[in-house]
């Protein structure tokens, strides 16, 4: 055992706090987060020492030291690079936002905005009108508003034009969203009687007009974006839907989900349906995400006929579910992009990671993989490059995939291969990959900054940058 002479050679609090290095700590961190780390640290120490261990240099002591206050001030909301091959991921926050909504946002934090006054009139305006001529512009609706996300769209159109009615739904539309958010238990929170008509795989025009009665307030068509039923099936489309509404005096709501504003397949991609199709086949109101294939930040847009979105503005709700000045700056730049669709996939991130092509990832794996194999080989890791396929994410397209490039990591057992998962999530830019197949797959779809890249692996495996 140590005596209390090997304690006395440790520093004070105050000695610590002095000196220069911590003083660095104390002024991004402030004094008293720094003095209660440094107090739990020579704890520690304290502890050990009297355990048998021996007291550390004053450069070790203060490495542990930085790395208790570093580690505690970090947050895990931190960037980090997408390899899942997922580009849109729910976890890892979905659409990367353009420069032009990035610059757009931080011009809205920084200073005053007129998110609700009328410059012309110097009277109170509308925080919607930001977006409202731009919706309608690129939709063709009537008119337009905006809420915090998609599910919130839903639950305020339905409550809005639907409360203590009935809203017939297919069976096949019953979906189930992230996070066990199921469109049954959205509509019952919206007041309305849920009408359900069809069968799972197949729904006729006759399923739905024959429910039809003076209770009812509307029909709901939900866009099935995050699953497909495939083989003997049928659906009623919108525009039929339309008519039996309009017929029946009756709204049609049609829920896109993860709704786009192009047709995807002039980019390559798998075909979606389009808001300006869905507003044009006559849905009275249509809904759609913000974050997901359009792009911009998380939001749920509502467009449609005017006197119905004036009474959705009208619901107390709309205040609890209304977007911030942040927001709309970003969604206002987002959407401007859609008016030069000749550049778009050159600035929306969302669409140019969709739209590589497999032999710029492929060429990418080609010069990262020998440098990814020296940093990982001493400690038993195989890397080489495999063609492997990436998806859309968030809901959207959910059996259709992209050809892309991955760098495959092969170990010895699947411990080996998540205690290297573990270390990953610990760099300081955390990197996150898929295993599959008993190897790890880092996909580089998403992967923009190669140099970045390495250097957070180089630091995690202890390895220097030539």
Same mark, same amino acid.
């Given at each position: 055992?140590?005596?209390?002479?090997?304690?006395?050679?440790?520093?004070?609090? +105050?000695?610590?706090?002095? !000196?220069?290095?911590?003083?660095?700590?104390?002024?991004?961190?402030?004094?008293?987060?720094?003095?209660?780390?440094?107090?739990?640290?020579?704890?520690?120490?304290?502890?050990?020492?009297?355990? #048998?261990?021996?007291?550390?240099?004053?450069?070790?002591?203060?490495?542990?030291? &930085?790395?208790?206050?570093?580690?505690? #001030?970090?947050?895990?909301?931190?960037?980090?690079?997408?390899?899942?091959?997922?580009?849109?991921?729910?976890?890892?926050?979905?659409?990367?936002?353009?420069?032009?909504?990035?610059?757009?946002?931080?011009?809205?934090? @920084?200073?005053?905005?007129?998110?609700?006054?009328?410059?012309?009139?110097?009277?109170?305006?509308? @925080?919607?009108?930001?977006?409202?001529?731009?919706?309608?512009?690129?939709?063709?609706?009537?008119?337009?508003?905006?809420?915090?996300?998609?599910?919130?769209?839903?639950?305020?159109?339905?409550?809005? &034009?639907?409360?203590?009615?009935?809203?017939?739904? =297919?069976?096949?539309?019953?979906?189930?969203?992230?996070?066990?958010?199921?469109?049954?238990?959205?509509?019952?929170?919206?007041?309305?009687?849920?009408?359900?008509?069809?069968?799972?795989?197949?729904?006729?025009?006759?399923?739905?007009? $024959?429910?039809?009665?003076?209770?009812?307030?509307? &029909?709901?068509?939900?866009?099935?974006?995050?699953?497909?039923?495939?083989?003997?099936?049928?659906?009623?489309? #919108?525009?039929?839907?339309?008519?039996?509404?309009?017929?029946?005096?009756?709204?049609?709501?049609?829920?896109?989900?993860?709704?786009?504003?192009?047709?995807?397949?002039?980019?390559? %991609?798998? @075909?979606?349906?389009?808001?300006?199709?869905?507003?044009?086949?006559?849905?009275?109101?249509?809904?759609?995400?913000? +974050?997901? %294939?359009?792009?911009?930040?998380?939001?749920?847009?509502?467009?449609?006929?005017?006197?119905?979105?004036?009474?959705?503005?009208?619901?107390?709700?709309?205040?609890?579910?209304?977007?911030? $000045?942040? @927001?709309?700056?970003?969604?206002?730049?987002?959407?401007?992009?859609?008016?030069?669709?000749?550049?778009?996939?050159?600035?929306?991130?969302?669409?140019?990671?969709?739209?590589? $092509? /497999?032999?710029?990832?492929?060429?990418?794996?080609?010069?990262?993989?020998?440098?990814?194999?020296? *940093?990982?080989?001493?400690?038993?890791?195989?890397? +080489?490059?495999?063609?492997?396929? !990436? /998806?859309?994410?968030?809901?959207?397209?959910?059996? +259709?995939?992209?050809?892309?490039?991955?760098?495959?990591?092969?170990?010895?057992?699947?411990?080996?291969?998540?205690?290297?998962?573990?270390?990953?999530?610990?760099?300081?830019?955390?990197?996150?990959?898929?295993?599959? =197949?008993?190897? *790890?797959?880092?996909?580089?779809?998403?992967?923009?900054?190669?140099?970045?890249?390495?250097?957070?692996?180089?630091?995690?495996?202890?390895?220097?940058?030539?």
């Amino acid at each position: 055992m140590h005596g209390s002479a090997d304690l006395r050679a440790l520093p004070s609090v +105050d000695q610590m706090l002095n !000196s220069p290095a911590v003083a660095v700590l104390v002024e991004k961190h402030g004094r008293r987060a720094v003095t209660a780390d440094l107090r739990a640290a020579l704890s520690d120490i304290r502890a050990e020492v009297k355990a #048998g261990g021996a007291v550390p240099r004053p450069e070790d002591l203060l490495a542990s030291l &930085i790395s208790r206050v570093e580690y505690r #001030g970090r947050t895990n909301l931190r960037p980090l690079f997408n390899l899942t091959g997922t580009v849109l991921h729910t976890n890892l926050g979905r659409a990367l936002l353009a420069e032009e909504a990035i610059a757009a946002a931080m011009d809205a934090m @920084r200073d005053a905005a007129a998110l609700e006054f009328d410059l012309d009139t110097g009277r109170r305006g509308e @925080r919607d009108s930001h977006l409202r001529t731009l919706l309608c512009e690129l939709t063709g609706a009537e008119d337009a508003t905006v809420v915090n996300n998609n599910a919130g769209a839903v639950l305020i159109c339905l409550n809005t &034009i639907g409360a203590g009615r009935q809203a017939i739904v =297919s069976r096949g539309e019953l979906i189930e969203i992230g996070g066990a958010f199921r469109m049954p238990d959205i509509m019952e929170r919206a007041g309305v009687q849920l009408i359900e008509v069809g069968t799972t795989n197949r729904t006729h025009p006759k399923d739905y007009a $024959k429910v039809i009665g003076p209770d009812t307030g509307l &029909i709901l068509k939900v866009h099935t974006s995050n699953y497909r039923i495939e083989g003997f099936t049928a659906e009623v489309d #919108g525009s039929q839907l339309a008519k039996i509404a309009h017929d029946a005096g009756i709204a049609l709501l049609n829920d896109l989900g993860s709704g786009t504003l192009v047709d995807l397949a002039s980019y390559g %991609l798998a @075909r979606e349906p389009t808001v300006r199709e869905a507003v044009a086949e006559g849905a009275d109101l249509v809904t759609f995400s913000g +974050d997901k %294939l359009l792009g911009g930040p998380q939001a749920g847009f509502i467009v449609g006929r005017r006197e119905l979105i004036a009474e959705i503005n009208r619901n107390p709700l709309k205040r609890a579910l209304r977007v911030d $000045k942040i @927001r709309i700056a970003a969604l206002e730049a987002t959407l401007k992009l859609y008016r030069d669709p000749d550049r778009l996939a050159a600035r929306l991130p969302t669409l140019r990671l969709l739209t590589r $092509k /497999q032999s710029e990832i492929m060429a990418q794996a080609e010069r990262l993989q020998p440098k990814v194999t020296s *940093m990982l080989r001493s400690r038993g890791y195989d890397v +080489d490059i495999c063609g492997c396929l !990436s /998806q859309i994410g968030s809901g959207a397209l959910p059996v +259709d995939t992209i050809p892309s490039a991955a760098l495959r990591i092969a170990a010895s057992s699947g411990t080996a291969l998540e205690e290297l998962a573990a270390l990953f999530r610990t760099l300081p830019r955390p990197i996150i990959g898929r295993i599959q =197949s008993g190897c *790890m797959l880092l996909d580089l779809r998403c992967l923009a900054d190669e140099q970045s890249f390495l250097e957070s692996l180089a630091e995690g495996t202890g390895h220097a940058m030539a």
